[in-house]
């Protein structure tokens, strides 16, 4: 699928857990996933981060500071909010 291969969806987990693709990987594989996949298609690449609003910006920034590295400036994010 063409468009898949010019959007990487991160999903972090309320236990920090990342998972690309619906695998699970660290901080630097997902680093390499931008970054490469960002080269492949420049003008049409964006990153969707999801998170739990549980998790802290500590865990969500190291994805922006890759972003920003790659040249990515075409990134989306998506809180999951828990009702009361």
Excluded: W
């Amino acid at each position: 699928n063409e468009e898949a291969a010019r959007r990487i969806i991160i999903t972090v987990t309320a236990d920090k857990t990342m998972y690309i693709g619906g695998k699970i990987v660290d901080h630097r594989a997902a680093e390499e996933m931008i970054l490469t996949t960002y080269q492949t298609d420049p003008e049409n690449f964006e990153v969707r981060i999801r998170t739990d609003q549980a998790v802290p910006f500590r865990e969500v920034e190291p994805l922006m500071i890759a972003c920003a590295k790659a040249g990515v400036s075409n990134i989306a994010f998506a809180i999951k909010t828990r009702t009361k």
